[in-house]
């Protein structure tokens, strides 16, 4: 069988960490076929649509894909494409696990949490105005219907993944309402799942807490921003933003894609580390049930950290964005491979 994938290799370092994770997939032996796409500013250029109607057609088609980081310019200009690609196919579960890598000394060792983001809504709605000069409104949107269906996802999905425990996170001491709901629709869900410890932290004391002691954490439920902030935070936790990969879950697709932007400091110098996106490829494996090539994948990151000999720059290594992509797909083939 073949598996049809929506790409959309991004741009910044985006073709060079999804290029390096394709040719890692590949090496599975598994059959697939990209149906590769532009976005944001270079699909503009071509197309004069910043998610082209191909694209589109294609995710409703595959229903997977596989994407880099797309840059999004800063105050001002098109709004983010991923946040649009998220709200448009309601992929409303953002799930980011972080655990570490063997080799890669953290201050951490044995961190193992999940991140379960809220994707669609909150301060992400992108709804503001200018109330009048120097002054300007940015509305955080939080309804009941996606505040519980995230938490169904983080109980469930804990329930699946034989967790024992989930925090939720939030502000509302200040946002009595918008947060308030949050909590009391996760509060709520929490009932249905007594085997599954159910606590609330405020989300700075979260944060604090996080580089304190990670252990006492097992999954995050938050909402948008809180989420996308303390997902970086746990990347560097376990050694950063090259490493933490993603998943973006919904009933009529998934995309998968690391933690991290497009980089545009060391964008085009084939340095930048794949391994959030091949972890990202390794989700979507086992998205697509096949466990077998999702194991071979994570057994042949795990070689290439474990050996510590071919390290990308973020890592105090010197080997590029291919070489690694070289090592684990030899890796892969590799017969003594555990
Ligand atoms: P970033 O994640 O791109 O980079 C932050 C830092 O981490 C930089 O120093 C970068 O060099 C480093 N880094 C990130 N990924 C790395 C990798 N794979 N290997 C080695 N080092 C890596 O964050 P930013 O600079 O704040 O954002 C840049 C652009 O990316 C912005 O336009 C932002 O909107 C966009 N962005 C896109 C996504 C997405 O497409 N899902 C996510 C986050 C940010």
Request: neutral net charge; aromatic residues 8%; charged residues 25%.
């Amino acid at each position: 069988m073949t598996y049809k994938i929506t790409l959309i290799p991004g741009d910044g370092i985006g073709p060079e960490v999804t290029s390096a994770a394709v040719r890692v997939l590949e090496a599975t032996g598994l059959k697939f076929e990209w149906e590769s796409f532009a976005a944001g500013a270079e699909a503009y250029e071509k197309y004069k649509e910043y998610i082209p109607k191909e694209l589109n057609e294609s995710i409703e088609r595959t229903r997977i894909g596989l994407k880099g980081p797309v840059t999004t310019p800063i105050g001002g200009g098109f709004s983010s494409i991923n946040v649009e690609l998220r709200k448009r196919f309601e992929l409303y579960a953002n799930v980011r696990p972080i655990r570490n890598l063997p080799g890669v000394h953290t201050r951490y060792p044995g961190v193992d949490l999940v991140v379960v983001r809220e994707n669609t809504e909150g301060l992400y709605s992108g709804i503001e105005h200018e109330v009048v000069p120097g002054v300007v409104e940015s509305l955080k949107i939080i309804t009941e219907k996606a505040s519980t269906r995230i938490s169904k996802f983080a109980f469930n999905y804990a329930r699946k993944m034989g967790r024992k425990k989930i925090h939720s996170i939030h502000k509302a001491n200040i946002m009595k309402m918008s947060d308030g709901l949050f909590i009391r629709c996760s509060r709520n869900i929490s009932k249905e799942y007594p085997e599954i410890i159910y606590g609330e932290h405020i989300v700075d004391n979260t944060c604090m807490q996080l580089v304190m002691n990670p252990y006492q954490y097992d999954i995050l439920l938050l909402e948008n921003l809180y989420g996308d902030i303390v997902s970086d935070l746990c990347a560097g936790l376990v050694g950063g933003l090259g490493l933490a990969p993603g998943a973006n879950i919904g009933e009529r697709a998934s995309i998968f894609e690391a933690v991290h932007g497009s980089a545009p400091d060391i964008a085009g110098k084939n340095i930048a580390n794949p391994t959030a996106v091949i972890r990202s490829g390794i989700l979507m494996l086992r998205h697509l049930d096949e466990q077998d090539a999702a194991n071979r994948v994570k057994a042949a990151v795990h070689h290439v950290y474990r050996e510590g000999k071919h390290l990308t720059r973020d890592m105090g290594g010197t080997t590029s964005t291919s070489e690694f992509a070289d090592k684990v797909v030899e890796a892969i083939h590799s017969k003594d491979l555990v």
